[in-house]
Structure formats: structure tokens, C-alpha cells
């Protein structure tokens, strides 16, 4: 079976990307900042390997926040070792196999959101898990990223 590969830009098309093969994880954040950038009740990503990314175009960052300087759409946040694409950059929808796993900071959800129901939920940020042992680690190793 070929590796699935999924593109995606921004508004004007001046940033496109690709990621190639499953991300690592898909999650819902209601966080204050999420919801700001978002200009929505929620942020919908996912979050790939870095080496499974592509990109071109010119991009601008305010905060941990990536944006396109001519339209102002969100584009992929690259970091050290992964990149957060937002579900609704991607070309194709709605989006096959992309089913969030978890929500964040869902105090903030709104009330008229119910929480996904197979999907962990958070209280604020992600706690890492030691997945061999099922166990959550240490809350001071919080995940910042999402």
C-alpha cells in the first residue's frame, strides 16, 4: 500500500506544505491562545515527524505561532523534531483518518462542544506518557507543544 501524503497551504497559496505517512498524533485544543489564533472555539491539528514534512514559501512567527505574511493564515509550526500542521490547512476535506485523539484545556471548551468521546481529555497542556508502561510521567515533563 503507498504511503499517504497529504498537501496543504494557506489562503493565498504563498506557503505550501506536505507531509508524507500518519502523524504522530491528532488532538482539540480550547485553550485562550489556540482560540485567538484560531479565530475559532477550537484549534484542530496534527502533529507529524519532521523529516516526514515539506515546505515552501515564506513564512513570519509571532509567539510559538507560525503565519503566512501576505493572507495571515495559520501555517505549520516546525519545531526541533516535529511539526504541527492545522487540520484546516490541508487541501482535502474532510479529512480521512485525522481523528483527534485528545482535547486540552477543556475547561474552556464551550458548553455547547461535547467532548469527543473516544478522545483523552486534558485539564490544560498534554501530559506525556510512558507508553511501554502505560503510566503518566512526571507532570513537571508537561508537554508544551500540543
Not at 490547512?89 to 474552556?108: F, N
Request: charged share 25%; hydrophobic share 35%.
Amino acid at each position: 500500500m503507498p504511503e499517504i501524503a497529504r498537501t496543504g497551504s494557506c489562503l493565498c497559496g504563498g506557503v505550501q506544505f506536505r507531509v508524507a505517512g500518519e502523524p504522530r498524533r491528532v488532538g482539540l485544543c480550547h485553550c485562550k491562545d489556540c482560540r485567538k489564533t484560531s479565530g475559532s472555539a477550537f484549534h484542530a491539528y496534527a502533529v507529524w515527524p519532521l523529516q516526514a514534512f515539506e515546505a515552501s514559501g515564506i513564512t513570519s512567527t509571532y509567539g510559538a505561532r507560525s503565519f503566512c505574511p501576505t493572507c495571515g493564515s495559520r501555517v505549520p509550526l516546525v519545531g526541533e523534531e516535529e511539526v504541527e500542521v492545522t487540520i484546516g490547512s490541508l487541501d482535502v476535506a474532510p479529512t480521512e483518518g485525522l481523528v483527534p485523539e485528545y482535547e486540552l484545556w477543556i475547561g474552556r471548551r464551550e458548553s455547547w462542544l461535547q467532548a469527543l468521546p473516544a478522545a483523552r481529555q486534558f485539564e490544560h497542556d498534554r501530559v506525556a506518557v510512558d507508553t511501554a508502561a502505560g503510566n503518566e510521567i512526571d507532570p513537571e515533563l508537561r508537554q508544551k507543544s500540543a
